[in-house]
């Protein structure tokens, strides 16, 4: 089955800097790539996410990159501000049949922005 | 309704207990998923229901019983369940749709404690 690797597991920086998170995948066979932030005792909340027929998408202050080639793909976040700390995670999709998607998600990343 | 909604909150239940996890959207989704998280982990899948059938059982042990009633309601009957089975039990749904592409949001999960 699909394992999805991320990293680094925690990453602590300054109000005001950038923050990236990495992921691979194994299985090619995957197709969509949605990264979530969860804060501590709330749901899993999609920020953005990207197809496998895009390379790169952005929205404000975070982007997300895709490598199938590589079968990696990586979050950045820039201009952190203190309510960007949270666990942030990585998902792999592959489409069921009859319909819907199995995610497969990274071991998520603890981010601290500090002041 | 934008969102995915999940009763109980918190449940506490003892190894001979049954109870029941109610899980409901009306956003026209018609794949539901049940996902267990346990503390500082990323969700795991359990089980995949699409157009009301169950299409994924990701070799869940038979004390967890989904039940897809209609598609926009989503149960799972607990029924001996043991202490490791303490976790956050989260419910997703995503959009109508066979490419794996869909995106399954969250609801804001049931926090079950089993002495």
């Known amino acids: 089955g699909e394992n999805v690797e991320q990293h680094p597991s925690t990453l602590s920086v300054q109000e005001g800097d950038s923050a990236v998170i990495k992921c691979t995948y194994s299985?090619?066979?995957?197709?969509?790539f949605p990264w979530y932030k969860q804060e501590l005792g709330k749901r899993p909340q999609l920020i953005i996410d990207i197809r496998s027929n895009v390379g790169e998408k952005k929205d404000q202050r975070i982007a997300v990159t895709l490598n199938k080639t590589a079968k990696h793909f990586s979050l950045h976040i820039t201009e952190t501000q203190p309510e960007d700390s949270a666990v942030y995670f990585c998902a792999a999709s592959i489409r069921v049949t009859g319909g819907g998607n199995k995610l497969t998600f990274g071991t998520g990343t603890q981010l601290k922005v500090e002041l | 309704d934008t969102e995915v909604t999940q009763t109980p909150k918190h449940l506490v239940m003892g190894m001979t207990n049954k109870k029941s996890l109610k899980c409901e959207q009306h956003?026209?989704?018609?794949?539901m998923y049940w996902y267990k998280q346990k503390a500082k982990k990323p969700p795991e899948l359990m089980f995949v229901?699409?157009?009301?059938?169950?299409?994924i059982n990701e070799s869940v042990p038979s004390r967890f019983s989904p039940e897809c009633p209609n598609s926009s309601l989503l149960n799972l009957h607990l029924h001996a369940l043991q202490p490791e089975d303490s976790a956050l039990y989260l419910c997703a749904s995503s959009p109508p749709g066979t490419s794996g592409r869909e995106t399954q949001y969250f609801g804001p999960g049931t926090r079950l404690l089993v002495l």
């Open positions: 956003m026209g989704h018609r794949a």
């Open positions: 229901y699409s157009y009301e059938k169950l299409s």
């Open positions: 299985d090619s066979a995957s197709n969509y």
